[in-house]
């Protein structure tokens, strides 16, 4: 099963694609990186990149579902609506593909991946690299913090 894990934002889009294998408890880390959108631009046309970067992704990965990071408590009001926005042209973009879309808090997240929710930053890391069994994780957080949607979706099915 493959499964692409997606945090959503509207400068930076982080995607991690994870395969597991039936009967097997092993998790592969098949592709990952970011979608990265110019400030520059009209918020127009950056959700349009977004949408149009993320259906490559999809044509190239074709995954069999999609778990997303749903929006719970914003600290910086003023980020809010962009994300969200950007959240609803990715949940578009996957309702087009038919690609069933799972979506976890992060609090759910951190407490599939650590059992506590309100698990710090680094403690989400170390169990990330667990998972996939390495030392090295991307660089961008929003890749991890995808990745680690994935691994959430994966131990709730």
């Known amino acids: 099963m493959k499964i692409l894990g997606i945090d959503p934002g509207m400068a930076i889009v982080g995607y991690g694609m994870i395969e597991i294998n039936a ?6 880390l098949a592709a990952s990186g970011s979608i ?5 631009l009209s918020d127009s046309k950056r959700l ?3 949408s149009s970067d993320l259906a490559q992704i999809l044509e190239l990965y074709n995954p069999d579902c999609a778990s997303v990071e749903k929006l719970f408590f914003f600290k910086n009001q003023k980020t809010v609506i962009p994300v969200a926005e950007a959240r609803g042209v990715i949940l ?3 309702e087009k593909y038919n690609i069933p879309t799972y979506e ?4 759910e997240v951190k ?3 650590t059992g506590y929710g309100r698990a710090e930053k680094r403690e989400v890391d170390r169990m990330v690299r667990l998972a996939l069994n390495t ?3 991307p660089k961008l957080d929003d890749t ?6 994935a691994i959430c979706h994966s131990r709730s099915i």
């Open 23 to 28: 009967g097997s408890e092993e998790i592969k």
């Open 144 to 149: 991890v913090d995808a990745i680690a949607i």
């Open 111 to 113: 407490q599939v991946l």
């Open 135 to 137: 030392e090295t994780l």
């Open 48 to 50: 349009l990149e977004i």
């Open 104 to 107: 976890y808090t992060p609090m």
């Open 92 to 94: 578009a973009v996957l």
């Open 36 to 40: 990265q959108t110019d400030k520059s």
